[in-house]
């Protein structure tokens, strides 16, 4: 809910991203944000450099947005240096129409390419990078996020232990800012059903294959339970034959791609993730919202700044699927706990509403005037 | 705003908005400096910061410079000048201090900047953790090295953003990190807690920030970047922190630390002091010793008697501490014992040396011999002077680096001008070289700079005496003719002694024991021209070295300097750099995997060719041993290479020996027709389809692997698809039993069709040796008398920490148990090292060095393991076995887990302590007689096709058609 009167100065604000509409969590997060700015009263424009590959529906949007190419860019070279400088006059014509105080926020850091060379005199720059230091650093993004962002007034990551590290590699002006929790249910899971509950897209990263592993260890102590696998994608066909030749077709349901994810998180009695890597993860705040204990692989900052371990939900080392079997399996095994955990979650995941974090942004947006 | 101390303070403007941040900077006669920190001010990507100049009435033009910045920003700068000079940064600070207007002061010297984000990122930290102080990382720039080094100040302290609540969190802040300036301090913080610099005395930084630290009800840690302190090496005029060849700066430190330690007395906080007693010895007190051979008696002693007085109210606990040769330096400064100090400085300098006599005493090993008898303080000198964990009774002399004291230099000597006369007495620790040895010695002179190292000259070392403990030795050394440097590009030359024990060398360096002992120039002919030099001079390294350095002809050397920084000396260094990366490139991983694929694999395969490794070419043992001599055993005809990783002593001479990744190893790999290996050829070599890969692996599992393991499980598809590759290598893969194959096989996710069912050749003796009674040779090498029993432990291998190996049990008290009964054999993991101190010689030997552990088991009347695979091979010996799993919750349960409970299947008592395996191995008879049946099941489970016949199994499988006729 914004207070009132509202306490902090109306702003335009710019969501710069590599496209505005494509499917996925950099997406979903920007117009999270931009509906939200927008209610606070800014005046907010989301600008992407090129139409996306897989497109997501907006739905009926409360402010206006750009796209700067019709294609894609021409490949890098003589061609996408003119382009980039012809494009980056038309992202300079739409920040001089800002008021003072104007605030340019970058989703990405190929976007970032395209902000360079526009002016953003008055304005402050913002750079993001929505993924967690380890899985930055293995993709070429690394290097970029390290050139383009290197004097942009701040740079966001999604915790206080990736920004650390982004500091270590000499980007000294790291801050940090989580993301937040786009719903809380009005109805938290009753925790009746045996059954644990994963949701993510049949993907590697995902980690599916280690969470079969880890099942075929638990399942055999609790027969009485099933293990719900929501999500499609690439590796479906794999991971079935992995579940059938691991012997576990009686207890894992295959469920497919779902619209409805607090409904499948009303069913479940355990949310389980199995990662190979994280940014900061919507799945488990989701979960942990709707009153479900989570037991998680720790591969990023973010799953442990979501999850308290032992407090809330249970952690394991990453790819030791014995360690999450274990850690299901406490889980299973205790009602009590799982109760416990469950409603601890729903108290402690309050940290990310909607109006905490909109209050954080408005704190950093004054205090880059300063 | 310019203000003159005299002058009344002009009132604030009313429209000046308080800053957020002063910066104090203070200068003294640095003008040509104090504009570029002023601007790292006005740059801060903060905006709100005002800059407080404050001149400590410089001589120079800095107040003038500091009135025109203040004249160009108005509001912003603002400068300030003391009445007179103070000769220190306290009273500007303290001035500053109270000119500040903003909420948070930092300060900044003129010759150093800020980063750019520091105030923004100081104030964030600040405001959103309410600190009083917040702390970020210095980095020290070296302003005038070539590559722009940058040392960082103390980075462990600032990894990760972190609050403290009180400095008692963190004491090694309080304890290292003793700068005022990278830190930012809430204003009324310092005003509340009458904070100030002391005035008149130097290292006023380290009083100020305990202070600070302790005052500080919140401390927030950043880290980031804050502070650049710019470092000028080549200074003629050293500042005040270079300068501690003066007794005058020692005197201030150790007054300053004596007030640090009343503060921490004040402050209730008195148990920092300890943590500060420890960093003195290991730190403080090593900057002053290092320089102690470089200094005249008359200095040494002035030093010594400030820093025992000092020394006195040091934590005789901290001495534990540190390492052991820090204790000991401190302690024979505190006893005054020159003697024994001056040497033992050396190590610390050189730490890898060995510089005293070293005494054995009570089957422990000293560094001398001094003091230990001492009837007030004997037990404490026995504390720090004991050594025996540095290992140095257990090496041999080669690999020893002792120290060789220079007495004598005398050059130009006798008649011919161009001749010196060298003389020195070596350190003999223990006894290392004995009596009777054969001693030869050689004096070397090779070029420092590596790459220019054409040549060295060599120079007979005509007597050498043995003397009981040193080797005294003298040389005469013609340099004129003898010495033939370049000219220009080996300036300097290091000088070696290399002395030879019965034929086995050992190499030293020339200390010189005395300032001023080694002076006067000599003739020599550079091949280049006589223009560049034609002098020789000796000088001293800062590791206290004798060295030689070509004495420049000034106006030459000013014509050769033209010639190296002009364009044919850029041409010409371009065209050696090209010339070196060409070398580099052509040396590299990448160019010799292409070699073997793109020109090794094209020869055609040669048929009898066999390629053995084990354990990456650590070892000669193991299964390829075995059926290496299984295959000489029987006379076949074939050609056979084995690889080794370091040196081939040890490997068979009947074999052509090459080295892991030398060329001669990738094309015997290339065009081998069987490669028989234990662990693993480099990943990334392709096998050729001709080529049979036989893996013998290394041992059963009980610890989760390869495909098992959460590394390898974490990786993705494609990373694993790799990793299979590799295991797709593999034509054969030797298994003991079921278990192997339910393991290791589905771990790596390997074909029925290449398990082979013969058990481990390695293993074929230990078969043999439990039908045929009778003790192996191996146990006369070792010396092992017959009426004693042999006990083996061979742990696994443990990761943490350094190579180093603690024994978990004191391996005195074993000696003490049970040494008239029993000889304990100790194999630590080849990656692990142990040191037994002589008090246990003969009782218990250390035999990790053996390549091959069969030989050991089959000696052993028992074994003591924890998780190593060596208890599958020793259960077919149907011996006793135990159990010491001392760390079985960490190990098991932390780990990546295992595949079995020992606790439920272990042939032995599992024990926990020290006592209980005691009280275990108290009777072999019965414990071998109460496990039997257990160890019968253990082997039919873990080891049923080990038979005794593996090698010959695998010989007549693929080796049968090479058989003479």
């Known amino acids: 809910m914004t207070p009132y009167p509202y306490p902090y100065p109306p702003r335009d604000v710019f969501l710069v991203a590599n496209s505005v509409n494509e499917l996925g969590g950099v997406a979903t ?14 005046r907010v424009h989301v600008v992407g450099i090129t139409p996306p590959e897989d497109v997501m529906e907006l739905g009926d949007i409360p402010y206006p947005t750009t796209t700067l190419y019709d294609g894609q860019p021409p490949s890098p070279g003589r061609a996408r240096d003119a382009s980039m400088r012809e494009k980056a006059t038309l992202l300079t014509s739409l920040f001089r129409a800002a008021r003072p105080g104007g605030i340019v926020i970058v989703t990405q850091v190929w976007a970032m390419e395209w902000v360079k060379l526009a002016d953003t005199t008055g304005l402050k720059v913002i750079g993001m990078s929505h993924e967690a230091f380890e899985y930055s650093k293995k993709t070429s993004r690394f290097r970029r996020v390290l050139k383009h962002y290197a004097d942009v007034d701040r740079m966001l990551v999604l915790t206080r232990e990736d920004a650390d590290l982004w500091i270590g590699q000499g980007l000294n002006n790291t801050s940090f800012m989580p993301n937040p929790l786009p719903f809380i249910p009005e109805e938290p899971s009753p925790r009746t059903e045996k059954a644990v509950v994963s949701i993510g897209r049949l993907h590697d990263q995902k980690g599916i294959d280690m969470l079969l592993d880890a099942w075929a260890e638990v399942a055999p102590r609790h027969p009485d339970w099933t293990l719900r696998i929501y999500g499609s994608g690439e590796d479906e066909e794999i991971l079935r034959k992995q579940c059938t030749e691991l012997g576990l077709d009686d207890s894992v349901e295959w469920r497919g791609r779902t619209s409805d994810v607090p409904g499948a998180l009303r069913g479940a009695s355990v949310f389980v993730q199995s990662s190979r890597g994280e940014g900061f993860p919507l799945a488990l705040m989701e979960a942990m919202a709707t009153a479900v204990p989570c037991a998680a692989f720790d591969c990023a900052p973010g799953v442990h700044e979501i999850v308290r371990d032992g407090e809330d939900g249970l952690l394991a080392t990453p790819g030791n699927t014995g360690e999450l079997a274990r850690r299901l399996d406490t889980l299973m095994s205790d009602k009590h706990l799982r109760d416990r955990m469950g409603e601890t979650a729903r108290v402690n995941i309050q940290r990310y509403t909607t109006d905490e974090i909109v209050r954080r942004w408005e704190e950093l947006f004054g205090f880059l005037e300063r | 705003m310019n203000v003159d101390l005299r002058s009344s303070p002009e009132p604030a403007t009313p429209s000046a908005a308080v800053p957020a941040m002063s910066v104090v900077v203070i200068v003294y006669n640095d003008e040509t400096r104090l504009p570029t920190a002023v601007h790292s001010v006005l740059d801060q990507t903060l905006r709100g910061v005002e800059v ?19 004249a160009e920003y108005p509001g912003r ?86 609050t403290l609540e009180s400095v008692s969190e963190l004491p090694d802040l309080l304890v290292f990190d003793t700068l005022s300036t990278n830190k930012c301090y809430r204003r009324d913080f310092l005003l509340e807690n009458g904070l100030e610099f002391p005035v008149g005395i130097h290292y006023e930084d380290l009083l100020f920030s305990a202070h600070a630290y302790t005052a500080a009800r919140r401390i927030t840690l950043i880290p980031n970047r804050v502070y650049d302190w710019n470092v000028v090496d080549k200074a003629d005029a050293k500042s005040i922190s270079n300068r501690r060849a003066e007794i005058a700066n020692f005197t201030h430190r150790m007054e300053i630390h004596r007030r640090v330690d009343q503060l921490l007395v004040d402050r209730g906080v008195a148990e920092l002091k300890f943590h500060k007693d420890v960093k003195f010895l290991k730190h403080d007190l090593v900057l002053h010793l290092r320089d102690l051979p470089f200094r005249d008696a008359a200095y040494r002693q002035e030093f010594a008697a400030i820093a025992r007085e000092y020394l006195e109210s040091i934590d005789p606990a901290a001495y534990d501490e540190t390492e052991p040769i820090h204790a000991i330096c401190a302690y024979l400064l505190r006893k005054s014992d020159w003697d024994n100090l001056l040497p033992a400085v050396d190590t610390l300098t050189n730490r890898n040396k060995v510089s005293a006599p070293l005494v054995e005493r009570d089957g422990r090993v000293y560094w001398c011999a001094e003091h230990l008898d001492d009837p007030d303080d004997g037990d404490f000198a026995r504390h720090v002077l004991d050594v025996t964990e540095l290992g140095y009774h257990t090496k041999p002399v080669e690999k020893l680096f002792l120290r060789n004291e220079l007495t004598e230099y005398q050059g130009p000597y006798g008649g011919a001008g161009g001749t010196v006369r060298l003389a020195g007495r070596i350190t003999n620790p223990l006894g290392v070289v004995p009596p009777g040895a054969r001693l030869t010695g050689e004096l070397e002179f090779a070029a420092r700079r590596k790459g220019v190292r054409f040549q060295v000259f060599r120079f007979p070392v005509a007597q050498l005496r043995h003397e009981g403990e040193t080797i005294a030795w003298e040389a005469v050394a013609d340099l004129a003719r003898g010495l033939r440097p370049v000219g220009v590009v080996d300036a300097v030359w290091d000088v070696r002694l290399h002395l030879g024990v019965d034929g086995v060398r050992t190499t030293t360096r020339l200390t010189a024991s005395e300032p001023g002992l080694a002076t006067g120039q000599l003739p020599v002919r550079p091949r280049l021209t ?40 850029r041409l010409a260094k371009s065209g050696y750099r090209k010339a070196k990366k060409v070398r580099k490139t052509l040396a590299s991983g990448n160019t010799k995997i292409r070699l073997y694929h793109e020109a090794f694999s094209r020869l055609p395969v040669k048929k009898r060719l066999v390629v053995f490794e084990s354990h990456l070419g650590r070892q000669y043992s193991d299964s390829p041993r075995a059926i290496y001599e299984e295959m000489r055993r029987q006379g076949l005809e074939f050609e056979a290479v084995w690889a080794y990783a370091d040196k081939p002593e040890g490997f068979p001479k009947d074999a052509l020996l090459v080295r892991r990744w030398s060329v001669p190893y990738l094309k015997a790999l290339a065009r081998a027709a069987f490669w028989i290996d234990n662990q693993s050829y480099p990943l990334k070599l392709t096998k050729r389809p001709e080529t049979t890969y036989i893996q013998t692996w290394h041992g059963s599992a009980l610890k989760r692997m390869g495909f098992d393991e959460p590394e390898w499980k974490l990786r993705s598809r494609a990373e694993q698809a790799a990793q299979q590759r590799t295991l797709d290598r593999f034509d054969r893969f030797l298994v ?92 630590s993991h080849y990656l692990n090292h142990v040191v037994l101190p002589p008090s246990v010689r003969d009782r218990v030997i250390d035999v990790s060095a053996h390549h091959d552990v069969t030989p050991l088991l089959a000696l052993a009347d028992g074994l003591i393991t924890d998780y190593s695979s060596v208890m599958f091979d020793y259960a077919l010996l149907d011996r006793p076995m135990f ?69 010959q199994n695998i010989v007549d499988q693929f080796f049968a058609q090479w058989r003479r006729a």
């Open chain 1, 29 to 42: 997060w920007t117009h999270q944000m931009a509906r939200l700015f927008t209610e606070c009263g800014h």
């Open chain 2, 52 to 70: 407080v100049i404050v001149d400590d009435r410089s001589t120079d033009g800095s107040y003038d410079v500091a009135q025109r910045l203040a």
């Open chain 2, 77 to 162: 700068v603002h400068a300030h000048r003391l009445p007179e000079n103070s000769g220190g940064c306290g009273a500007p600070r303290n001035h500053g201090i109270q000119q500040a207007r903003g909420d948070y002061v930092l300060f900044l010297d003129s010759d150093d900047v800020l980063e750019r984000n520091a105030c923004r990122n100081m104030l964030e930290a600040a405001e959103t953790t309410g600190a009083d102080l917040v702390s970020g990382l210095c980095v020290r720039v070296h302003v005038d090295s070539r590559n722009g080094k940058e040392v960082k100040w103390y980075p462990w302290l600032y990894t990760t953003t972190r």
């Open chain 2, 530 to 569: 006589r223009l560049v030099a034609d002098r020789i001079e000796p000088q001293i390294s800062s590791r206290g070295h004798l060295a030689f350095r070509l004495v420049p002809d000034k106006k030459a050397n000013a014509l050769v300097e033209r010639g190296i920084h002009g364009a044919p000396g």
């Open chain 2, 736 to 827: 003991r039993s079921e278990h192997d194959v339910r393991t290791l096989a589905r771990a790596f996710r390997l074909q029925e069709k290449t398990l082979l069912r013969v058990g481990y050749p390695r293993n074929d003796a230990l078969v043999r040796a439990r039908e045929t009674p009778g003790r192996p040779s191996v146990a006369a090498e070792l010396g092992i008398p017959e009426d004693k029993k042999v006990l083996l432990y061979a742990p696994t291998f443990r990761q943490r920490g350094q190579r180093r190996f603690e024994l978990p049990f004191d391996v005195e008290r074993f000696a003490d148990t049970f040494g008239d009964r029993y000889v304990l054999l100790v194999r």
């Open chain 2, 883 to 951: 159990f010491f799993t001392y760390d079985y919750e960490e190990y098991v349960h932390e780990g990546r887990g295992t595949y079995f409970d020992l606790l439920e299947r272990a042939p032995g008592p599992v024990v926990r302590t020290e006592d209980d395996l005691y009280a275990a191995l108290g009777s072999l008879e019965e414990q071998s007689a109460k496990y039997s049946g257990a160890r019968e099941r253990f082997v039919a489970d873990f080891g049923e096709y080990d038979q005794g016949h593996a090698a």
